[in-house]
């Protein structure tokens, strides 16, 4: 998703694994923006998930620390509102449940609400990563009002967007995954990457989209602190994991009908964990 300059966006957490791939998508698709980060991840566990060569971090913290800051809500805006030499700030804030902890709501819903309105004079954007559930749904109604819905999409998603959006009938419905049995989305055969041209943010994008259909492909994650060749070797074992889990999940969804419903779900948990691929394949093609 492209964002606008002076827009607050909401974005609705889940988990880290897709909070962190969705900023690195973000960072591809708006790379002329310089990314700061405030979390409530301390740095040696952030590094684990994320390139922190490509953004600006704080730790969301009481404790003190090099790159620390306080869940103080007038901190905060100052350190967003600060006079910036560029423009081009995107900012991220993980941490809103940390700070309504130590602040009273409706203090905090006005400070909100002042932030935001330095942020749309000055032309930067900031996205509020909040968990929704951990709120009043009358307070989270009030943010909802002052903020815009953020819907990162995946590469993919976003050139079904492109492709279409020269249709008359087109509209703003993102592209969506058709759904397993197993409540997942369904796995796609992907075109394979050829080792000539293979880069770094290649690799990230296919992870991202990898990630999107619902498998754990955590056994890539070394490659991308290796040199390209090294890289494209480890590449290409994961890839060949995630065929056979394609394969593995089509001919159960063919199949379902016959099997164990209590089976198929965690056949399926194995087959996105891309774990005991030959005692699966062992199990349904040779009583196919």
């Not at 962190?20 to 990314?35: G, P, Q, R, S, V």
């Not at 060569?53 to 809500?73: A, E, F, G, L, Q």
Request: hydrophobic residues 40%.
């Amino acid at each position: 998703m492209e964002v606008s300059r002076g827009c607050v966006y909401l974005y609705e957490f889940t988990n880290y694994d897709r909070f962190t791939a969705d900023i690195e998508l973000l960072m591809d698709i708006n790379h002329e923006f310089e990314f700061t980060l405030l979390t409530r991840l301390p740095t040696r566990r952030l590094i684990e998930k994320l390139d922190l060569s490509k953004v600006s971090n704080y730790w969301v913290t009481d404790k003190k620390s090099t790159n620390s800051i306080r869940p103080d809500i007038v901190e905060i805006s100052s350190l967003i509102t600060a006079d910036k030499t560029t423009l081009n700030c995107f900012f991220i804030l993980d941490g809103l449940e940390l700070i309504a902890t130590e602040a009273d709501l409706d203090e905090l819903i006005r400070a909100l609400s002042s932030l935001f309105d330095h942020i749309k004079t000055q032309g930067i954007v900031l996205a509020i990563c909040i968990d929704t559930l951990a709120f009043d749904s009358e307070w989270i109604v009030k943010l909802q009002y002052l903020t815009e819905k953020l819907v990162v999409k995946s590469p993919d998603s976003v050139s079904v967007k492109e492709e279409s959006s020269t249709n008359e009938e087109s509209n703003d419905i993102p592209y969506q995954h058709e759904l397993g049995i197993d409540g997942g989305p369904r796995l796609a055969y992907l075109a394979k990457l050829p080792e000539l041209g293979f880069t770094r943010e290649i690799l990230v994008k296919r992870i991202l989209q990898w990630r999107r259909m619902g498998l754990d492909v955590s056994a890539i994650e070394p490659a991308l602190a290796y040199e390209n060749h090294h890289a494209y070797q480890l590449y290409k074992l994961v890839e060949e994991d995630v065929r056979r889990a394609t394969e593995l999940e089509r001919f159960i969804h063919e199949n379902h009908g016959a099997l164990d419903a209590s089976q198929i779900a965690v056949d399926m948990f194995r087959v996105r964990q891309l774990t005991g691929l030959d005692e699966l394949e062992k199990k349904y093609y040779s009583s196919s």
